[in-house]
């Protein structure tokens, strides 16, 4: 029989591999994830601990969080793992999940070039700092493509009392596509863009640009997990992904997550034990 789940998995991980009978039984579970947790290197770090500790494989679709949603829907992952609070509520109440569990957090950061075209640099208010780049008419790339910090980016600018979709010119650009892709075009184009912090700090390509604005708690940007409901999806592998879930969680995953750094710096926060978060 075909089974899509195993295909998106395998396309995953750049081939389709034919699997001998004898592994076909190996635990392993899919998660669909945000690019934010795959770019900055997190799952690299904590993935190989819990596999040491309980055998289970986990296999990664990294998408904008929207998309990642959807193929949880799809009853496409096990489990989904991604930062859009509303998002993941409203997934919830269609019945698409089964609980929500805070895991850690870190912000977004307003990213622009050195030469600050819209004279933003240093701001604390990031609506200030939206309202004068669309004042200047200074490049803006937009990642357009219903992940989380696409989610985060239009509620600033409506937090800013501004309908960017009514409001952009062509100084605006929405391009579709990932973090990566968004940081490259910013660079490219000497424009400024939303980008969490933790694929910030692990961007390799940053070329001229540098943070412009950071620290308003408007920033702030919250990870959750969720498995994906057995009950209308049966294919859901529920005991191996609430394990990946309960570890997540645990002391131990969540200073796993903590000891994650690059040049010595943290990328994410873990905060389990807040039940706001």
Same mark, same amino acid.
Request: hydrophobic share 40%; no cysteine.
């Given at each position: ?8 998995? +395998? ?17 392993s ?9 795959? %770019? ?18 986990v296999?990664?679709?990294? *998408?904008?969080?929207?998309q990642?949603? %959807?193929?949880?829907r799809r009853? !496409? ?15 919830l109440?269609? /019945? *698409? ?22 004279g933003?640099?240093?701001?604390? %208010?990031?609506?200030? +700092?939206?309202?004068?780049?669309m004042?200047?008419g #200074?490049p ?13 980016e ?7 009392g501004? !309908?960017? =979709? ?8 929405s ?10 075009? +910013?660079? #490219? ?11 910030w ?12 604005v =950071? ?22 592998k529920?005991?191996?992904?609430q394990q990946?879930? !309960?570890?997540?969680?645990?002391a =131990? ?5 903590a !000891?994650?750094?690059i040049? /010595? ?7 389990a034990?807040?039940?706001? +978060?």
């Amino acid at each position: 029989m075909f089974n899509r789940r195993l295909l998106i998995a +395998a396309l995953t991980f750049g081939g389709l591999v034919v699997t001998p009978p004898a592994l076909a039984q190996e635990k392993s579970i899919i998660v669909s994830s945000t690019t934010s947790t795959q %770019d900055s290197g997190l799952f690299g770090h904590i993935l190989p601990l819990f596999k040491a500790k309980t055998g289970i494989e986990v296999k990664v679709v990294a *998408q904008g969080t929207g998309q990642a949603l %959807d193929t949880g829907r799809r009853g !496409d992952a096990d489990v989904v793992f991604v930062h859009a609070k509303s998002a993941e509520e409203k997934f919830l109440a269609e /019945g *698409q999940g089964v609980k929500r569990y805070p895991v850690m957090y870190n912000d977004f950061v307003l990213i622009g070039p050195k030469s600050d075209p819209a004279g933003i640099k240093g701001m604390k %208010d990031v609506g200030a +700092a939206l309202k004068q780049i669309m004042a200047k008419g #200074a490049p803006f790339i937009s990642r357009g493509d219903k992940s989380g910090t696409h989610i985060a980016e239009i509620n600033l600018w409506k937090a800013s009392g501004l !309908d960017i =979709e009514k409001d952009k010119g062509a100084w605006y650009k929405s391009i579709g596509q990932g973090m990566g892709a968004a940081l490259n075009t +910013a660079g #490219a184009g000497n424009a400024y863009v939303l980008s969490d912090r933790g694929t910030w700090i692990s961007f390799k390509n940053k070329g001229d640009l540098v943070i412009a604005v =950071e620290g308003d708690k408007r920033l702030f940007n919250q990870y959750g997990v969720m498995l994906v409901n057995p009950e209308k999806h049966p294919n859901v592998k529920k005991e191996l992904g609430q394990q990946f879930i !309960d570890w997540l969680v645990s002391a =131990e995953g969540q200073k796993a997550i903590a !000891d994650y750094k690059i040049n /010595g710096e943290q990328l994410f926060y873990p905060n389990a034990s807040d039940p706001a +978060a």
